[in-house]
Nanobody, 120 residues
């Protein structure tokens, strides 16, 4: 079992910044990709950014140039630096971690979610 604990959400004005953190604990072996999804009320969850254990990154087009994902493998923590925030970034942000299993499949763990609200 892997536990993911998120922090750093909150209320920020348009144009502001927030930094989300997600710390993994438990059976944290063979963790490959980690990252963030977000979900607005009444909408499907959408990918925000991912980072592999080798530090390859991927971003949604809507956040490219504004958000940066990074990872501290020693601390088993992934971060999402969000700059130039817009009202449309308002959502619950969920951290995830993919664990590679012995049969070459993967299992995805999720955090509990942290609310980000961008409003004046």
């Amino acid at each position: 079992q892997v536990q993911l604990v998120e922090s750093g959400g909150g209320l920020v004005q348009p144009g502001g910044s927030l930094r989300l953190s997600c710390a993994a604990s438990g059976s944290i072996f063979n963790i490959n990709a980690m990252g963030w999804y977000r979900q607005e009320s009444g909408k499907q969850r959408e990918l925000v950014a991912t980072i592999t254990s080798g530090s390859s990154t991927n971003y949604a087009d809507s956040v490219k140039g504004r958000f940066t994902i990074d990872r501290d493998n020693a601390k088993n923590t992934v971060y999402l630096q969000m700059n130039s925030l817009k009202p449309e970034d308002t959502a619950v942000y969920y951290c995830f971690a993919d664990q590679l299993l012995s049969d070459a499949t993967k299992y995805t763990y999720w955090g509990q979610g942290t609310q980000v609200t961008v409003s004046s």
